[in-house]
């Protein structure tokens, strides 16, 4: 059975446009309500959401499903997904579900569950609740004296500030090391700013004054450009963007340059291979991971896996093969001796706690991996049949990476949620990688569309 509603990550879409309308998200509330239901005491769900406007919409909504399904609501307010994880493990809830589209714009909308055990469902448990929410649920609706109640717990923030500030170790001080936090905007406005400060660093905080519409607006992870400045304006040791529900980080270094999420697990792997505290000596990322990367890891000595695209697929993996780091480029980033998810906040406190341990600048540390420069281009299509069944496609990529050799790789993949072919080359240099790119992309737009 092919999913309908559910994406690579949770459910997402336009607000108050299908799927993300306040119908839905009531159905969707039912859905896990009923998977989640237990006989023998209250079902308990918590809800958390980022800053969006259309938060409140959806939150009304998933909260009147729950409890017309007998079970009772938990309400959070703005928290980063990460914390909703977090607090579903200490809460003992049954499940929880963090209203937030990450790092789209505040008019997308998004609909994430976690199980009891603070993980992210599989996709078998996302067939589940689609199941139940195509075929109907009446008769499953109970009685009037048995409908569920919803409750707000005011102190979630503070439990998962305190569980943040106990990952980073006791033995290093953050005491006079100036630092810059763009919030984005989104979820992390009040939790970040407080781990940082209550830890001894001098935090200068941009774009942390949410109205529901400047979620990721030209700030956060993925725009990081005003981070820069304030890193050089403030002479500060490094800039920290998470993205609107805080789940990943990118940073920048003293200097203003932009390290990718690749950078950061290389060097905090390093460290860890150091100390002995690198599990199974593996590392796990995406097959969008650099080719620096892997080369870097080759070079130390560190077994390096790749998953498919999303966090939930690097961590599958990791919990395979008992790694404890692993992540996307995009600043996806999971400690798991620390946090079942992906956690920005606590990717810049490992990160920060590394910079002092190796007594170097981040810029220094950063050189450690030489990045290949990188071409995406996204093709349109009509169909999607396998790559490899389409000889002109497997020629002229076979042909791309025997010219390139060992300075780059190509990689040709279809969106999980679009009709779109993604084409991605690295090379040795932006001119060669762009044109080897097109080259490819040419070749596929006239076979694929």
């Excluded at 650099?290 to 599958?316: A, C, P, Q, W």
């Excluded at 798991?336 to 406190?349: E, V």
């Excluded at 071409?375 to 010219?403: D, M, Q, Y």
């Amino acid at each position: 059975m092919t999913k309908k509603l559910f994406g690579t990550d949770g459910i997402r879409g336009i607000a108050n446009t299908y799927p993300m309308t306040a119908e839905v998200a009531l159905n969707i509330g039912r859905a896990v309500a009923h998977l989640f239901k237990k006989e023998k005491h209250r079902t308990k769900i918590i809800i958390g959401k980022d800053t969006r406007i259309s938060g409140y919409m959806l939150e009304e909504a998933i909260v009147s499903g729950i409890c017309s399904m007998g079970a009772d609501a938990y309400i959070m307010g703005p928290l980063p997904t990460p914390g909703v994880s977090y607090m579903a493990v200490s809460q003992r809830a049954d499940a929880g579900i963090v209203i937030s589209a990450s790092h789209n714009p505040y008019h997308d909308n998004g609909i994430k569950i976690f199980s009891g055990d603070g993980f992210k469902l599989p996709d078998e448990k996302e067939k589940e609740i689609e199941k139940f929410f195509f075929n109907g649920h009446q008769e499953h609706l109970p009685a009037p004296g048995n409908l569920g109640k919803a409750y707000r717990i005011e102190d979630a923030e503070g439990r998962y500030i305190v569980f943040l500030k106990n990952t980073f170790p006791r033995n290093v001080s953050m005491e006079g090391m100036k630092i810059v936090l763009d919030c984005a905007n989104g979820a992390t406005y009040k939790v970040a700013p407080h781990v940082f400060w209550e830890l001894g660093a001098d935090i200068h905080t941009i774009h942390n004054d949410p109205n529901g519409l400047n979620i990721n607006d030209a700030c956060g992870s993925q725009y990081t450009k005003d981070l820069s400045k304030a890193v050089l304006k403030e002479k500060a040791a490094m800039g920290m963007a998470f993205d609107g529900d805080g789940d990943r980080i990118i940073v920048v270094d003293e200097k203003g340059n932009t390290l990718t999420g690749d950078q950061i697990v290389a060097i905090c792997a390093n460290t860890l291979k150091k100390e002995h505290r690198l599990k199974k000596n593996t590392v796990v990322t995406t097959v969008m991971s650099n080719k620096g990367l892997s080369n870097f890891f080759r070079d130390m000595g560190i077994t390096h896996l790749r998953s498919d695209v999303g966090d939930r697929y690097v961590l599958e993996k990791m919990l395979k093969t008992g790694s404890a780091i692993g992540g996307e480029d995009s600043g996806h980033i999971i400690f798991l001796d620390h946090h079942t998810s992906g956690d920005g906040i606590i990717s810049g406190l490992q990160l920060v706690a590394t910079v002092l341990k190796e007594n170097k600048s981040l810029s220094e540390l950063a050189k450690m991996v030489t990045v290949y420069p990188q071409v995406l281009i996204n093709v349109k299509v009509k169909t999607k049949p396998k790559i490899t069944s389409i000889p002109e496609i497997v020629e002229i990529i076979e042909k791309t990476e025997k010219e390139l050799g060992d300075n780059g790789r190509v990689l040709v993949r279809y969106s999980g949620t679009e009709q779109i072919c993604r084409i991605m080359v690295e090379g040795p240099d932006e001119k060669t990688t762009k044109t080897y790119c097109k080259n490819i992309s040419k070749v596929a737009k006239k076979l694929l569309n």
